[in-house]
């Protein structure tokens, strides 16, 4: 005999007093992503005079590093962190 599984499912609906600081932190994610994309699209070719291209890999702490001002630069609301997971999403996604 078999034994019958029964899933439920929660339903969560955000309350429209929290709506206008989940857009904002969504926007501030989607630049943090924006400007990683930038520098490493910027410096992943660099040509050297009579040579050629030089391909370079940026790490996610090497982003880490260039990017650390961002936040205090344009005045996000987002944790360190938060910043810090979206840099290695991209790396995770660019490797």
Same mark, same amino acid.
């Given at each position: 005999?078999?034994?019958?599984?029964?899933?439920?499912?929660?339903?969560?609906?955000?309350?429209?007093? #929290?709506?206008?600081?989940?857009?904002?932190?969504?926007?501030?994610?989607?630049?943090?992503?924006?400007?990683?994309?930038?520098?490493?699209?910027?410096?992943?070719?660099?040509?050297?005079?009579?040579? $050629?291209?030089?391909?370079?890999?940026?790490?996610?702490?090497?982003?880490?590093?260039?990017?650390?001002?961002?936040?205090?630069?344009? $005045?996000?609301?987002? #944790?360190?962190?938060?910043?810090?997971?979206?840099?290695?999403?991209?790396?995770?996604?660019?490797?």
């Amino acid at each position: 005999m078999t034994e019958k599984t029964n899933l439920k499912t929660l339903k969560v609906r955000i309350k429209d007093k #929290h709506k206008l600081i989940l857009e904002r932190m969504a926007f501030e994610v989607n630049q943090v992503w924006n400007v990683a994309n930038e520098v490493t699209a910027n410096y992943s070719d660099i040509p050297i005079p009579e040579v $050629g291209w030089l391909r370079t890999n940026f790490s996610a702490f090497d982003l880490q590093k260039d990017l650390k001002r961002l936040k205090a630069e344009r $005045g996000f609301i987002l #944790h360190s962190t938060t910043v810090q997971e979206v840099i290695a999403t991209h790396y995770k996604a660019r490797r």
